[in-house]
């Protein structure tokens, strides 16, 4: 049995190769054509109709709408008090602030007072101190 050379055998290979390409086209065109009859499906599908709810009545916004507006009401109001509770407290702290002013500028005036009279009694001091030494 003669030994086919490298080119023969590249040959048949190629031969090999190119016959199994050839046969799986021909496999896909029989597969598309088997499918033909079949519908295919799209994704997503544009006629198929979403359900929605249905829309709110009337009477039910305006429900909705009344109890919001007297929750603003009241909660308006409860705000008004507590500015006005605010306001009140704020006055009894400024009247406490002007009652310790008061209190500290009392203060620094008799400590000026007997920061003076210290200074005359020094003063004197000084004076009966030098009489007995001289």
């Known amino acids: 049995m003669p030994q086919p050379t490298s080119i023969e055998l590249a040959a048949w290979i190629g031969c090999l190769f190119f016959l199994v390409a050839g046969w799986n086209q021909v496999e896909r065109f029989l597969d598309r054509r088997a499918r033909r009859g079949q ?3 799209i994704q997503p599908q544009p006629l198929l109709v ?4 249905p829309p709110v009545p009337e009477s039910l916004c305006r429900m ?3 109890e919001l507006r007297s929750e603003i009401e009241r909660l308006d109001h409860e705000l008004g008090s507590l500015r006005d509770a605010r ?3 704020v006055g009894d ?3 406490k602030i002007n009652k310790v002013d008061r209190e500290v500028g009392e203060l620094r005036a ?3 007072l007997n920061n003076q009279h210290l200074m005359r009694i020094d003063a004197k ?3 009966v101190i030098e009489r007995h030494t001289a």
């Open 50 to 53: 979403a359900k929605f709810d």
């Open 93 to 95: 702290l400024q009247q």
């Open 125 to 127: 001091l000084d004076r």
């Open 87 to 89: 306001r009140a407290d």
């Open 39 to 41: 519908p295919s499906e």
């Open 110 to 112: 008799s400590i000026e």
């Open 64 to 66: 909705r709408h009344h």
